[in-house]
């Protein structure tokens, strides 16, 4: 199984900064992209935010918090955010142009072994790893708004998914908190 150390998310709107959220709780070094200057600076104030109210609720210790926010960077370029990354999450709008764009670029900066994810709750994740050239390294991770509070995370196993990629996937969410369900992709659709 491959080891995940570190999370690019691309795109920083609601489930991005959340799934970003979740990643530096989990531990992960994350890189959160977005194209727009704006997008980023509003994760960064609503993840800031986000984990004073959990110290002020109990949630989390202001030390685990602190160690969090330590290990969130932002990036202004998918080239920039996912050229280091073991594991990119896109969380990019639900429409398969979108998609497609986004991992034909991931598969051209990423490393070889690099796991790419899509977060869909409606698309194949079979049609949209079709776009690489790692298809074994492609899977569907369905995070539920708001992420930060919601706990399950469904992983959505692709046609071509191989172990090693669900594996390390599952160990991600789980770090991350989340009650991991696996979903099975059937014929292109999940």
Known sequence: M????????????????????AAILGGYRTILEDLFPNALRKAETEIRASLDQAVKLGQVNASDAAAALSRIEYAGSVDEAAREADLVIEAVPDEMESKLEIFIMLDKFCRPATILAANTCSLSVTEIASATYRAKQCVGM?????????????????????????????????????????????????
């Open 142 to 190: 369905r995070f539920f708004n708001p992420v930060h509070t919601m706990k399950v995370l469904e992983i959505v196993r692709a046609l071509e998914t191989d172990d090693a990629t669900l594996a390390a996937v599952v160990e991600v969410g789980k770090r991350m908190g989340k009650d991991v369900v696996v979903i099975k992709e059937a014929g292109g659709v999940s």
């Open 2 to 21: 491959a080891e995940v150390r570190t999370i690019a998310v691309i795109g920083a709107g609601v489930m991005g900064r959340g799934i970003a959220h």
